[in-house]
């Protein structure tokens, strides 16, 4: 036994250093990897929006071959379907009348449903941690794997939506004219013309146009409620389409029933550096610790 344990300890000598180094090494590159995630943000914000949607988009699927999630490699590919039907028609010119609607309800569906089913996923670990799955008879194991299920569901399809619909929102508000994302838009706004769809806001009943309530920001122009809230929410804007200004979510969802769709929102764009980045920064560091010889 003495002999046993003697082997072990000399199979296992030296690892305290080599776990520490390994330790060391894992947060250098964490530092190091949101310091340059920053600066790229900053300087390069278009080319850090497409890279990090690109890879929000692919290195799931890759898990999902890789260990046969066979369901949500169905809602993948039908979601990734009808969104590049969607991001097809936001990016053609011209732009047909209807598209901005079709887009904005499009993404505004995802968007709620994936907020409802983050809800029922937490609601649904939160009962498991309880104890309440038992009142059902329910295993605790697949009470939490069904709540960890719908809440990874919820968040993934949550922020993909979000980075779609802003790209989205920037192909046609550009192609609109209304709105330039650096610079002067390249036509003036008249008092009658939503800037978000480009349609006119008052209509009589004789003409073609869409009847709704409309919504007039701080700096008094004024858009259909559904496009302006569309355009915060879904297109992640929080400034007015047409001058910049910055908008006031709070006063704007003056309800508090709708507020924690801003606190989802927020959540979501925070959540983006964890779907997209985190599996690459540890891949990276565990190349680093296979140069170095580190096990």
Known sequence: ?????????????????????????????????????????????????????????????????????????VIWIFFSAVTAFVTFRATRKP?????????????????????????????AVMFTLFGLNLLFKIKPEDAMDF?????????????????????????????????????????????????????QIFVDVSEEGIIENTYRLSCNHVFHEFCIRGWCIVGKKQ??????EKVDLKRMFSNPWERPHVMYGQLLDWLRYLVAWQPVIIGLVQGINYILGLE
């Open 95 to 123: 732009l047909v009348q209807t598209t901005p609607r079709l887009v904005y309800k499009w993404f505004l569906l995802i968007y709620k449903i994936s907020y409802a089913t983050g809800i029922v996923g937490y609601l």
């Open 239 to 244: 400034t007015c389409p047409y001058c910049k």
């Open 147 to 199: 709540g960890i299920s719908l809440l990874f569901y919820g968040l993934y399809y949550g922020v993909l939506e979000r980075d779609f619909a802003e790209m989205c929102a920037d192909y046609m508000a550009s192609t609109i004219g209304f709105y330039s994302e650096s610079g002067m838009p390249t036509k003036h706004l008249s008092d009658s013309v939503c800037a978000v769809c480009g349609q």
């Open 1 to 73: 036994m003495r002999v046993e344990h003697a082997r072990m300890h000399a199979k296992h000598r030296g690892h305290e250093a080599m776990h520490a180094e390994m330790v060391l090494i894992l947060i250098a590159t964490l530092v190091v990897a949101q310091l340059l995630l920053v600066q790229w943000k900053q300087r390069h914000p278009r080319s850090y929006n497409m890279v990090t949607l690109f890879q929000m988009w692919v290195v799931p699927l890759y898990f999902t071959v890789k260990l046969h999630w066979w369901r949500f490699l």
